[in-house]
C-alpha cells in the first residue's frame, strides 16, 4: 500500500582540483538519476451495484441521521442474513425490505446494519446509504465498523448447505473493487482496532484479521455459517486475481 519514493532530483557536485598554487576549479556534474516509476494500484472493475431505491421504498424508509464515514476501507467481514434460502431472485428486495424493517424496528437501528447484500444469482445490492464509493461507517461486525465493509450473503449457509457460485463470485467481485481502492490485497492480513469489547478483542485492542474475513474472525457468532466460510480462500484467489495480483 505505500507508494514508491520519487526519484532524486538532479545533484550538482563540485570537486574542487588543488594540485598547486593558483591552479583552476574544475566541476564535476553528475547525470540526473532516472526517477522509479511508481507502482501501479491493484484496482478491479466496479460490479454492477442495484441502488438503495431498488428495495427501499418511502413507506418503508425510516428516519435516520447522516451517515458516518472512515476514510478508506481495509478490510470486508462477509455475513449470511440467516434467512430462507428458496427464495426467488426477484423477491431479493423484498427480503431486504424485511431485513431492514427488523434492523430499524425491533432492535432500533438507524440503518440496515450491512454496505452490501449479495442473492443466490449474484445481484449486489446497495445496503446502508452513504453512497457505495465513499468508506461508510455500518453496523455490521460489533468492534470492527470502522474502516470495514460488510457483505451479506442473503440466505443460510450452515454445514451441509449449498453456496452458489454466482453468490461468492458477486462477492469476489465486490471485495476486489471495494478494496481496490486502497490497493489492498484481499488475501493479506489487516490491523484493526477494536471498538467494543463486546467483540473477541478488548476495547482498543489491535486485532490481526484477514482482510477479508468471515463475521466469525471478530465476532463471537457462527456467522457467515460453516458452509461459506470455507469457501472464503477461494473468493479471496478470485479477488485477487480481479486486482491483477
Same mark, same amino acid.
Given at each position: 500500500?505505500?507508494?514508491?519514493? =520519487?526519484?532524486?532530483?538532479? !545533484?550538482? !557536485?563540485?570537486?574542487?582540483?588543488?594540485?598547486?598554487?593558483?591552479?583552476?576549479?574544475?566541476?564535476?556534474? &553528475?547525470?540526473?538519476?532516472?526517477?522509479?516509476?511508481?507502482?501501479?494500484?491493484?484496482?478491479?472493475?466496479?460490479?454492477?451495484?442495484?441502488?438503495? /431505491?431498488?428495495?427501499?421504498?418511502?413507506? /418503508?424508509? @425510516?428516519?435516520?441521521?447522516?451517515?458516518?464515514?472512515?476514510?478508506?476501507?481495509?478490510?470486508?467481514?462477509?455475513?449470511?442474513?440467516?434467512?430462507?434460502?428458496?427464495?426467488?431472485?426477484?423477491? #431479493? =428486495?423484498?427480503?431486504?425490505?424485511?431485513?431492514?424493517?427488523?434492523?430499524?424496528?425491533?432492535?432500533?437501528?438507524?440503518? +440496515?446494519?450491512?454496505?452490501?447484500l449479495v442473492d443466490h444469482?449474484?445481484? +449486489?445490492?446497495?445496503?446502508?446509504?452513504?453512497?457505495?464509493?465513499?468508506?461508510?461507517?455500518?453496523?455490521?461486525?460489533?468492534?470492527?465498523?470502522?474502516?470495514?465493509?460488510g457483505i451479506a450473503a442473503?440466505?443460510?449457509?450452515?454445514?451441509?448447505?449449498?453456496?452458489?457460485?454466482?453468490?461468492?463470485? #458477486? +462477492?469476489?467481485?465486490?471485495?476486489?473493487?471495494?478494496?481496490?481502492?486502497?490497493?489492498?490485497?484481499?488475501?493479506?492480513?489487516? @490491523?484493526? !482496532?477494536? /471498538?467494543?469489547?463486546?467483540?473477541?478483542?478488548?476495547?482498543?485492542?489491535?486485532?490481526?484479521?484477514?482482510?477479508?474475513?468471515?463475521?466469525?474472525?471478530?465476532?463471537?457468532?457462527s456467522c457467515p455459517g460453516?458452509?461459506?466460510?470455507?469457501?472464503?480462500?477461494?473468493?479471496?484467489?478470485?479477488?485477487? &486475481?480481479?486486482?491483477?495480483?
Amino acid at each position: 500500500m505505500l507508494a514508491c519514493l =520519487p526519484g532524486l532530483a538532479a !545533484v550538482l !557536485v563540485l570537486a574542487l582540483c588543488a594540485n598547486g598554487i593558483g591552479r583552476k576549479a574544475t566541476a564535476a556534474v &553528475r547525470r540526473p538519476v532516472a526517477a522509479r516509476p511508481a507502482a501501479a494500484p491493484h484496482t478491479a472493475p466496479k460490479p454492477r451495484i442495484v441502488p438503495r /431505491s431498488a428495495w427501499l421504498d418511502a413507506l /418503508s424508509r @425510516h428516519a435516520q441521521p447522516p451517515p458516518r464515514y472512515d476514510d478508506k476501507v481495509v478490510a470486508v467481514f462477509v455475513h449470511h442474513t440467516d434467512s430462507p434460502n428458496g427464495y426467488a431472485c426477484a423477491d #431479493a =428486495p423484498r427480503i431486504i425490505r424485511y431485513l431492514y424493517a427488523g434492523q430499524t424496528g425491533v432492535r432500533d437501528w438507524d440503518d +440496515i446494519g450491512y454496505n452490501f447484500l449479495v442473492d443466490h444469482c449474484g445481484t +449486489i445490492y446497495e445496503g446502508r446509504a452513504g453512497g457505495v464509493d465513499r468508506a461508510v461507517t455500518g453496523a455490521h461486525t460489533q468492534g470492527f465498523n470502522h474502516r470495514t465493509a460488510g457483505i451479506a450473503a442473503i440466505g443460510t449457509f450452515t454445514a451441509g448447505m449449498a453456496v452458489p457460485r454466482a453468490m461468492t463470485d #458477486a +462477492i469476489a467481485a465486490l471485495a476486489a473493487w471495494k478494496l481496490g481502492l486502497a490497493d489492498v490485497d484481499p488475501r493479506g492480513k489487516a @490491523h484493526l !482496532v477494536s /471498538s467494543n469489547s463486546l467483540s473477541r478483542y478488548a476495547s482498543g485492542t489491535t486485532a490481526i484479521l484477514p482482510v477479508l474475513a468471515g463475521h466469525k474472525d471478530g465476532y463471537m457468532t457462527s456467522c457467515p455459517g460453516a458452509a461459506l466460510l470455507a469457501r472464503l480462500p477461494e473468493v479471496r484467489g478470485v479477488a485477487a &486475481r480481479l486486482q491483477g495480483r
